[in-house]
């Protein structure tokens, strides 16, 4: 949207709630591996985040990321998830399999620290993509 | 890397899907480019996993290094190896043709149309080589949601049609998901070799028996099985060329392929699973002769080729629904011949409209003569479809009709008989007009789309829109001539673990 | 009544096909599919169920779990790939929706399909 909706409850209202969805986000990505969580739904709650703060401030605030910005996080997250998969074709194992990843780790954390590190290229990718289809929803509405 | 070959060839377009668009953004003949070695890429490693199935057997590739039932396995035998080949070849052809479909009217721009290519080719590839019917769901999603896209390219009309397609495949693959919950819910798993070994011993036969009717409904809808073909004249009628060539050629064959996969190698021979395919025979017969029938009612050229395509569905799973070797054999054969016909049929009608927009029947008078590349590849595709000697398609109707005869089944020897007939008619009709008939003096002025076409002019297409179609065009002849290598070398050891 | 879940999500999914079969408004024909996918995800939730179990975590030092205690995790793993699955075709459908919009003028199916034929 151009406009800003421009109340003041609205933006106290962001400005407050905006740093804890975003910290909850994080938390959320970062428990997926072996709690409730994970990396679609922390990316969701990111992408979530941005919008609303795109809602009511409008596009002229600089939190607005360019859509060229989300293609490239949403293309980094998932080149992270197959730079994953890869490194452990890299080090002997099969396509994603953790256990080859020369951590020094016992076996179950391996796997924890990998699973992590893809649900972090999977919150990449997700939040790249919300936020891309935000933006193409509303291109449309602002061209009328 | 040789030993990854079945997870190569579904990750690196994958990965090129992702990669192009943001190359894209740089350079469109890089995104191009990239997307071009991405699907090459993808095609050798499968014509290297069918070779080293063929000599060794069965590959079964674990994901994670998780040993199934536990974990998601990639299985790559002879069907599979031989439907990623399939896949790889079309896909890679209708991308080299996509260069010029993709310039001017197109609102997807070069770099998003190339990423959705990808992504397709990446989820019919997944669907071919997953051994998990959970990952199948997932790659069958990707796929269509690709084509979605892909499809509503072709401008105004398209966006409906690809609308319309969307609710009726998402549906279809929700009843697919249903059905394999019924499944899991009997038998505790998703991996497919282990249900198969589970489901005889299934405590309630009405649980696996709607599963099993879940799954062949929403596969049924995806492939355009007569009477749920609803969704596919207007689709494949109004896409951009390459995007109708490459989902006619093998979207539907790869859905068949999944039926084939459930009904005999998951399911027991015989009992519920045999009822389903007597079921799916007589809509195939049904599918044949409808599908034909109002393939010759059409005045629109590409959506003629569409109800061939429902008519054609029908001869393969009528092979499918016979079930003895012959008819599996034609029926196998029948894939790749289709395939690789109707994606000839379809760049050529898409250069026709390019060229000379021309999208009637009607309007395709002399054109023979105009674009004699074109109407030669047409030609020769348009035998093939009719079944005539020495091209694929009559030895696949050949199999089909000794498969029925050996059963005894009149009625589908009569469909099949039938529906080549009607093909014969609608494919010569084009061709009288082309070559028979001149060019209308009047040259009555072209559709305004085609007049504002970037490629509209006197003459032959450009190169890069000829040869994938001459490719196509000289496979459906070499697919006739060396018809009995496919069945010795592919097609019989692809049956070889066919339950019944 | 033990099958209540099951009765909820074949509601869910027989006004989301019936939905889709007679609203004219292809939004609300788009609302309907949301309703019937999420039939679907009910239905693999409630096989996860157990009664008296636990949600499937444990605690470091915890002794080894018995599969009876806890819930089933796979379905809720496979539903979360669903809802995903979703999103992402609510995105195709809005996106190819805004076009259908912009060309027509209207979202209504009989006055699309009557400006298609034009």
Excluded at chain 2, 18 to 31: E, I, K, Q
Excluded at chain 2, 211 to 234: N, Q, R, S, T, Y
Excluded at chain 2, 490 to 496: C, G, K, Q, R, T
Aim: aromatic share 8%.
């Amino acid at each position: 949207m151009k406009f800003r909706f421009g109340s003041p409850v609205l933006d106290t209202a962001v400005r407050l709630l905006t740093p804890f969805i975003l910290l909850f986000a994080a938390y959320v990505v970062a428990h997926g591996h072996y709690s409730p969580g994970g990396g679609f739904q922390g990316g969701v709650i990111l992408a979530a985040a941005l919008i609303l703060v795109n809602l009511v401030h409008g596009r002229d605030v600089r939190w607005g990321l360019r859509p060229s910005t989300s293609l490239s996080i949403a293309a980094a997250g998932l080149a992270l998830y197959v730079g994953i998969g890869f490194l452990a074709i890299a080090f002997g194992g099969t396509f994603l399999d953790y256990g080859a990843l020369p951590l020094g780790l016992p076996p179950p954390q391996v796997r924890a620290v990998g699973t992590f590190g893809i649900e972090v290229g999977v919150g990449m990718a997700v939040m790249g993509v919300m936020v891309l289809l935000f933006d193409a929803l509303m291109a449309w509405e602002q061209s009328r | 890397m040789s030993a990854h070959l079945p997870v190569l060839m579904v990750v690196l377009p994958l990965a090129g899907a992702v990669v192009v668009p943001v190359v894209g953004l740089a350079s469109a003949r890089a995104a191009r480019a990239l997307a071009l070695l991405a699907l090459v890429l993808a095609h050798l490693c499968a014509v290297g996993a069918l070779r080293v199935v063929l000599a060794n057997g069965t590959w079964r590739y674990r994901l994670g290094g998780w040993a199934p039932p536990w974990g998601i396995e990639y299985v790559v035998d002879a069907l599979a190896g031989g439907m990623a080949v399939l896949v790889s070849f079309v896909a890679l052809l209708t991308a080299l043709h996509a260069r010029y479909s993709h310039e001017g009217r197109n609102p997807l721009n070069v770099a998003t149309s190339h990423a959705l290519h990808l992504l397709l080719a990446a989820g019919l590839l997944g669907i071919v080589v997953t051994g998990d019917a959970f990952n199948l769901y997932v790659f069958l999603e990707i796929s269509a949601l690709s084509a979605y896209a892909l499809l509503a390219g072709g401008g105004a009309r398209a966006e409906v049609a690809a609308f319309r397609y969307l609710l009726i495949g998402t549906v279809a693959a929700s009843f697919y998901l249903l059905g394999i919950g019924y499944l899991y819910a009997a038998t505790g798993t998703l991996n497919l070799a282990d249900l198969a070994a589970r489901l005889p011993q299934a405590p309630d036969a009405g649980v696996v028996g709607t599963g099993l009717a879940l799954i062949v409904i929403g596969l049924a809808v995806k492939i355009a099985l007569f009477p749920l073909h609803g969704w596919l004249p207007d689709a494949y009628a109004y896409a951009p060329a390459p995007t109708s060539a490459f989902v006619s050629s093998v979207m539907g064959k790869v859905g068949a392929y999944v039926v084939l996969r459930f009904l005999f190698f998951v399911f027991p021979a015989g009992g519920q699973a045999g009822r389903a395919l007597d079921l799916l025979g007589l809509a195939a017969a049904a599918a044949i002769v409808a599908g034909s029938v109002m393939a010759l009612a059409q005045r629109d050229l590409r959506r003629m080729l569409a109800y061939s395509s429902v008519a054609q569905t029908g001869y393969i799973m009528l092979g499918f629904g016979l079930g003895n070797a012959a008819a599996l054999t034609g029926a196998l054969l029948h894939v790749v011949n289709h395939a690789v016909m109707k994606a000839c049929l379809f760049l050529s009608a898409g250069n026709l409209l390019a060229r000379t927009g021309a999208a009637g029947v009607d309007e395709c008078r002399g054109v023979g003569a105009r674009l004699p590349v074109t109407m030669g590849a047409f030609g020769v595709a348009a035998v093939s479809m009719i079944g005539l000697p020495p091209a694929g398609g009559f030895f696949s109707k050949w199999y089909l009709v000794q498969g029925a005869l050996e059963r005894g089944a009149w009625i589908y020897v009569a469909a099949i008989v039938a529906g080549s007939a009607l093909t014969a008619v609608y494919m010569f009709r084009v061709l009288e007009a082309a070559y028979f008939r001149p060019a209308a003096p009047s040259a009555a002025s072209p559709p305004a789309e085609a007049a504002n076409g970037p490629l509209f002019g006197p003459g032959e297409a450009p190169a890069g829109m000829l040869v994938p179609m001459l490719i196509l065009a000289l496979a459906a002849l070499g697919l006739g001539v060396f018809n009995q290598a496919l069945v010795d070398g592919v097609v019989a050891p692809a049956l070889a673990g066919v339950a019944s | 009544m033990e099958h209540a879940i099951h009765v909820l999500a074949t509601l869910l999914l027989l006004v989301g096909l019936h939905g889709m079969l007679t609203r004219r408004h292809l939004m609300r024909k788009l609302m309907a599919m949301n309703l019937l996918q999420v039939a679907v995800i009910v239905f693999f939730i409630a096989l996860a169920a157990k009664s008296g179990a636990q949600p499937p975590i444990t605690a470091v030092g915890d002794a080894a779990p018995r599969a009876h205690d806890y819930v089933n995790p796979l379905p809720h793993a496979l539903m979360l790939t669903a809802i995903v699955v979703g999103v992402a075709t609510n995105g195709v459908a809005l996106a190819l929706l805004i076009r259908i919009h912009r060309r027509y003028g209207t979202l209504d199916e009989p006055d699309v399909i009557l400006g298609m034929r034009e």
